[in-house]
Nanobody
Framework: QVRLTESEGGLVHSGGSLRLSCAAS????????MGWFRQAPGKERELVAT???????NYAGSVKGRFTISRDNAKNTVDLQMNSLEPEDTALYSC??????????????WGQGTLVTVSS
């Protein structure tokens, strides 16, 4: 079973930057897509950015141009560089991975979540 571990978030001021990292560990598995989701208080969880093993990316419109997602396939890690942060970015950020196990089943794995707070 794949386990996803995120780096700690933190408190940043509006306009600042923060980098989140996520590492997949455990027994080897095929990881197809990795990414980040977030959930703000009183809101539904939403996609922030994803990246495939081939490097194709997808961003939410609200973060496009400010956030950059990247991954290291050999190390099974994914990073999210967040620039020009706004108070609206305040949320619990969770790492996500879509994997295929050794039986050919598609699974979804989630990290514990890390809190990012952006002050005005």
């Amino acid at each position: 079973q794949v386990r996803l571990t995120e780096s700690e978030g933190g408190l940043v001021h509006s306009g600042g930057s923060l980098r989140l990292s996520c590492a997949a560990s455990g027994r080897p598995a095929s990881i197809n897509t990795m990414g980040w989701f977030r959930q703000a208080p009183g809101k539904e969880r939403e996609l922030v950015a994803t990246i495939t093993s081939g490097g194709s990316t997808n961003y939410a419109g609200s973060v496009k141009g400010r956030f950059t997602i990247s991954r290291d396939n050999a190390k099974n890690t994914v990073d999210l560089q967040m620039n020009s942060l706004e108070p609206e970015d305040t949320a619990l950020y969770s790492c996500y991975a879509e994997t295929t196990d050794y039986y050919g089943l598609t699974l979804e794995d989630w990290g514990q979540g890390t809190l990012v707070t952006v002050s005005s």
